[in-house]
C-alpha cells in the first residue's frame, strides 16, 4: 500500500469487509481526517464490483444528515478507485450495547436518531440492505452515525447483485432477504427491528449455534418475547419492535415516517396481526436450501485448524463389584465373521448400551459410557476403555451364528485391575433377536448386581415392540445410525426405521429412531423438509410413550438446533423432570442457555451436571468446551486441568488442554501438553498440533516425525503425505522428501479413481511430479487441472508455482492474476519470479 494517494496521507488500516478496505488518512488540503473506503484487490478488476462501488458512492452522495456519515469525494488514481468518508471517533452500537452503560433515556433517543436517518436515506430512494449494530458509530458527542451503504443500491436503479447471492449478515436479514424475494425499504425496517430489539435486550430476537439455525429461525420462528430478556423495556418500544419485526411484509411499517411516529408518540398504532405469519413455501425454497449447504460448508472450514478430542477419561479403582460402576459397553466381537450378523451386532451394542444408561436414575455413582463414544475412538478392550473414558467396569461380549440359533457370550471385566468378574452365555432363535436384548441386559444387570425392581423393569422395556421381524430393522437402523459415513447411511436407516414401524405401527422407538434419522439429514445437507419430518417422527414417538426422557432430549435437540431456544428449555426441563440425572438433557439446558445470551445460567447448568456426575469425564469437558467457544480461554484450561487430574493417564485430556493454551497465545505451554498426550500414546490429535507449532517454529525434523506419527492414522491422506514431504525437504532430508512425494502420488491418483475431474488433485499431483522432477507428468497433470478449473484459485497457485519450478517462467506468469498476488508475494521459493520485471508490472496492475 503506498504512503499516499493524491492529497491523502494514509496513516492505518480501521477495517475491511467484503465490499471494501478502508484506511485512516490525512487530508492534507483540507487539514482533516478522513476514512479512505478502497475497492479489495481480488475483486478490483471485476467490472461488475467496480460499477457497485461506484454506485454506493452516488448513492451516499446524496446524503447529508447529522445521523449518516457523510460522504466527501469520490477518487481515482491509476485504475484504483476509492470513496472519501467522514471518519468518526467513537464506538460501534454494537460496543455500547455489550458495555450495558446505556440508560432506557439513552437507548431511545438512540432508536431516534438511527431511524431518522434512515428516514433520510429512504427519502432520496436508497435503501441501506445492511443495516446492523456494527455499522452504526456513536461518536464522541454521542450521536448515532449510520456506516457503510457498501450494500446500499438507489430504488430503481440496475439490480447488479450476483444471482444465487445474499448481502448483509445474516442476523439481521428480513426473511424476505434469505429466500431471494425482492428487498425494498420495509427490509430495512426488519433490520432496524433486530437492531432496536439487541439495544433493548443485549440480546438478538433469532439467534443460533450456526448460521442455518438462524436462517431457519428467521423465516420460521416468532421472536422471542422482549420481556423473556428484559422486562423493563417501554411498552411502545416493544410494539414498535414487534411491528418491525412481522415476517409479512404487509403487516410490517411500511416507512419511517411511521416507525418515528410511535417513537415518539404515547399512543401507538395498532395493527392486525394475521394468523400465520411464516411461509413454508419459502423456508424450503431452492434458493433457502442452497443458502444452508453453503453456510453448512463455511462452518466446516472455520473448524479446521485445531483439533479438539471431544473424548476424554475418568482412572478409578474398584473390588469385585465396586459401589461405584463406571460402565463401557465394548462392540459385540463377531465370530465367524457372518456379514449379517455384524450389522446387526452394531445395532446390539448400541441398545445395550441406550438401555443400561436409562437405569443411571436409579443408582447412585453409576454411569455408562454411549456407545456412539467408543465407537468414534474405536475401543477395542476394557484397557483402553480404561484410559480413554475411564471406566472401571466393561461388558465384554462375543457372538456366533450356529444352525437356527445365535449365541451371545457376555463378559463382566474389571476395566482398573484388568480380570473377568463373571461370564453369562445366552443362546436364542436367530429369528427372535429381540429376546436376546432382553435377556442379555437381565444377564448384565445380575452381573453388575443391580436388583431388577418393577421400576426398573417397566423401563428396560418400555417403547419395545413385540415384533421380532420390526425389532431386526430397528437393529439395522440404529447400526446404520452408527456406521455413518455418507447421507446415504442416514437414508439407509430411514428406510429401515419405516420398516420397523410399519410391521409395528405402536414402536416407539422405531419412531425415535426415525426422528433422530431425520435430524441428522438435516444436520448434514442443511435441507430444511427434513426438520418437520424429524419433529413429527419424535412427536409420534412421545405421543405412544411421553416418558421416554431420551426422545425428550433429542427433540430438545432439533428445537435448540433451529434456534427455538424457549421451547428447547421447555423440553429439556420435561426431560429432566421424568429424569433428574440425565446430564446429556443437563448439558443440552446448558447450551440453550449459551445461545440465549445467559452464560451466567449456562456455567450453572454445566456445574449442575458435574455435581451429579463428580468423575464423570464429560461434565469438565463440556464445561471446558462452552468457555473455549465463549472465549474465556483462560477458565477452559481450568476445566480441562481438572480432566488431567482426574485422567492422569489420559492421552485426550493433555491434548484438548494444549489445544486451549494454543487459542489462549501461551505456545510454550502448549507444547508442553501436546508432548506429554504423546508420551501417554502416540496419537494424531496431538501430533498434528505439534507438527503445526514445530513447522511455523522453524524445527522441520520435529514437525517431520510428528506427521509421520499423523499418517499412521490415516495413511490414505496423500496431503500429510505432502506435508512430510514439505518437513523433511525443509529439514534437508531429499531422499526422504522424494519418497514421501512420490507415496503422495500414489495416494492421490487413488482419489483420482473416485472423480477423474477433480481439479485440485489434479492440480496437487502436477506438483507433486514436478517435485520429483517429472517434468512430463507434471505438465500433463497440470494441462488436466487447469482445463478442469482455470479459476480456481488453489489451481491457479499450484500453476505459477509449479511452472516456475520446472523453469517455465512465461507460463507462470500466464496465470497470475489479482486473487493470487499476495500469496505469490509470501512464498519464499518465488523470490526470483516476483523480482521479474514482467511479474512487478503485473503486480502494480493488479495493485490497490
Known amino acids: 500500500m503506498p504512503s499516499s494517494y493524491l492529497h491523502y496521507d494514509i496513516i492505518e488500516k480501521l477495517g475491511e469487509g467484503g465490499m471494501g478496505l478502508v484506511y485512516l488518512a490525512k487530508d492534507t488540503k483540507l487539514n482533516r481526517y478522513v476514512a479512505l473506503k478502497f475497492l479489495p484487490r481480488h475483486i478490483s478488476n471485476d467490472e461488475i464490483e467496480r460499477k457497485r ?85 456513536i461518536n464522541e458527542s454521542g450521536t448515532a452515525k449510520i456506516m457503510d451503504f457498501g450494500l446500499a443500491r438507489m430504488e430503481g436503479a440496475d439490480r447488479i447483485t450476483k444471482t444465487g447471492t445474499t448481502i448483509g449478515t445474516t442476523a439481521y436479514m428480513a426473511p424476505e432477504q434469505l429466500t431471494g424475494e425482492e428487498i425494498d425499504m420495509r427490509s430495512d425496517i426488519w433490520s432496524y427491528g433486530v437492531v432496536l430489539y439487541e439495544l433493548f435486550t443485549k440480546s438478538l430476537p433469532f439467534d443460533g449455534a450456526y448460521e442455518p439455525a438462524i436462517m431457519y429461525a428467521i423465516t420460521e420462528n416468532d421472536p422471542v418475547p422482549i420481556s423473556d430478556h428484559q422486562k423493563e423495556v417501554p411498552e411502545r418500544i416493544v410494539h414498535v419492535i414487534e411491528r418491525c419485526l412481522e415476517k409479512n411484509r404487509t403487516y410490517r411499517y411500511q416507512t419511517f415516517e411511521e416507525v418515528l411516529n410511535d417513537l415518539i408518540s404515547e399512543k401507538t398504532t395498532p395493527v392486525k396481526r394475521p394468523h400465520q405469519t411464516t ?25 479446521a485448524f485445531i483439533y479438539i478430542s471431544r473424548d476424554t477419561n475418568l482412572n478409578l479403582t474398584g473390588n469385585s463389584i465396586p459401589d461405584k460402576k463406571y460402565l463401557a459397553v465394548l462392540p459385540i466381537e463377531n465370530i465367524g465373521e457372518d456379514p449379517d450378523l455384524q450389522v446387526l451386532s452394531v445395532g446390539l451394542a448400541e441398545t445395550f448400551s441406550y438401555r443400561l444408561s436409562e437405569l443411571e436414575k436409579y443408582e447412585e455413582s453409576y454411569w455408562v459410557t454411549p456407545a456412539g463414544e467408543i465407537r468414534k475412538e474405536n475401543v477395542r478392550s476394557a484397557t483402553q476403555a480404561h484410559k480413554i473414558f475411564g471406566v472401571n467396569l466393561a461388558i465384554s461380549s462375543t457372538i456366533q451364528a450356529f444352525g437356527d440359533s445365535t449365541r451371545l457370550i457376555l463378559e463382566l471385566v474389571d476395566a482398573d485391575n484388568i480380570r473377568r468378574l463373571e461370564t453369562v452365555q445366552i443362546v436364542v432363535a436367530s429369528e427372535n433377536l429381540a429376546s436376546l436384548e432382553k435377556d442379555g441386559i437381565k444377564a448384565m444387570l445380575a452381573m453388575l448386581d443391580i436388583q431388577i425392581n418393577p421400576e426398573i423393569n417397566q423401563t428396560i422395556n418400555q417403547g419395545d415392540t413385540s415384533d421380532p421381524e420390526a425389532y431386526e430393522y430397528y437393529l439395522r437402523g440404529r447400526a446404520a445410525l452408527q456406521m455413518y459415513n455418507s447421507p446415504d447411511s442416514l437414508k439407509q436407516a430411514v428406510e429401515l426405521f419405516k420398516k420397523s414401524i410399519a410391521l409395528d405401527p405402536e414402536f416407539t422407538l422405531g419412531y425415535s429412531g426415525l426422528g433422530e434419522s431425520y435430524w441428522r439429514l438435516y444436520q448434514d445437507t442443511g435441507e430444511v423438509p427434513y426438520v418437520s ?12 410413550n411421553e416418558n421416554l426422557a431420551q426422545v425428550q432430549m433429542l427433540l430438545g435437540l432439533l428445537k435448540s438446533g433451529t434456534g427455538n431456544y424457549r421451547e428447547a428449555e421447555k423440553i429439556f426441563e420435561k426431560a429432566l423432570e421424568m429424569d433428574p440425572k440425565h446430564t446429556p438433557a443437563l448439558r443440552g439446558l446448558a447450551g440453550v442457555y449459551a445461545e440465549m445470551g445467559d452464560p451466567k445460567k449456562a456455567v ?39 480432566v488431567t487430574r482426574l485422567t492422569p493417564d489420559n492421552s485426550s485430556a493433555y491434548s484438548n488442554l494444549g489445544a486451549a493454551y494454543l487459542y489462549n497465545g501461551e505456545n510454550d505451554r502448549a507444547r508442553e501438553m501436546f508432548v506429554k498426550s ?9 501430533a498434528n498440533n505439534l507438527a503445526y507449532l ?17 499418517l499412521q492414522d490415516y495413511p490414505n491422506r496423500y496431503q500429510y503425505w505432502g506435508n512430510l514431504a514439505v518437513a523433511y525437504e525443509y529439514s ?14 500414489d495416494r492421490a491418483k487413488d482419489q483420482l479413481e473416485v472423480n477423474p475431474r477433480n481439479a485440485e488433485v489434479l492440480a496437487d499431483l502436477g506438483a507433486y511430479y514436478s517435485d520429483v522432477k517429472d517434468t512430463t507428468q507434471s505438465l500433463e497433470f497440470m494441462r488436466r487441472a487447469l482445463n478442469v478449473d482455470s479459476e480456481n484459485i488453489m489451481v491457479r497457485e499450484r500453476a505459477v508455482s509449479t511452472y516456475e519450478s520446472l523453469g517455465m517462467r512465461e507460463e507462470a506468469l500466464k496465470w497470475i492474476n489479482a ?22 508490472e503485473l503486480a502494480e496492475k493488479f495493485k490497490e
Open 53 to 137: 462501488f461506484r454506485q454506493e458512492a452516488q448513492s451516499a452522495a446524496f446524503l447529508n444528515h447529522p445521523n449518516i456519515a457523510q460522504v466527501y469525494a469520490i477518487e481515482e488514481v491509476d485504475d484504483q478507485l476509492f470513496i472519501v468518508l467522514e471518519y468518526i471517533e467513537g464506538k460501534e452500537l454494537k460496543e455500547l450495547v455489550e458495555e450495558e452503560t446505556l440508560t432506557v433515556d439513552e437507548k431511545w433517543e438512540l432508536a431516534l436518531e438511527i431511524a431518522q436517518g434512515i428516514n433520510a436515506a429512504h427519502k432520496k430512494g436508497i435503501v441501506h440492505r445492511d443495516i446492523k449494530s456494527r455499522n452504526i458509530m
Open 279 to 303: 411461509s413454508k413455501k419459502n423456508a424450503a425454497s431452492k434458493d433457502y436450501t442452497g443458502y444452508l449447504v453453503a453456510a453448512v460448508a463455511a462452518a466446516v472450514l472455520l473448524l
Open 533 to 544: 419430518q424429524a419433529e413429527d417422527a419424535l412427536n409420534e414417538a412421545l405421543e405412544l
Open 604 to 642: 450453572e447448568t454445566y456445574r449442575k451436571a458435574i455435581d451429579l456426575k463428580p468423575e464423570y469425564w464429560e461434565g469438565h469437558k463440556g464445561l471446558a468446551i462452552h468457555y473455549l467457544s465463549t472465549g474465556d480461554f483462560e477458565n477452559a484450561i481450568k476445566e480441562f486441568t481438572m
Open 678 to 686: 504423546m508420551s501417554l500414546e502416540k496419537n494424531s490429535a496431538a
Open 694 to 710: 514445530y513447522f511455523t517454529g522453524g524445527k522441520y525434523q520435529q514437525a517431520a516425525e510428528m506427521y509421520e506419527v499423523v
Open 732 to 745: 534437508g532430508e531429499e531422499k526422504k522428501s522424494e519418497e514421501a512425494y512420490l507415496t503422495a502420488i
Open 819 to 840: 486473487s493470487i498476488i499476495t500469496t505469490i508475494e509470501t512464498q519464499p521459493e518465488l523470490q526470483d519470479l516476483i523480482k521479474d520485471p514482467r511479474f512487478r
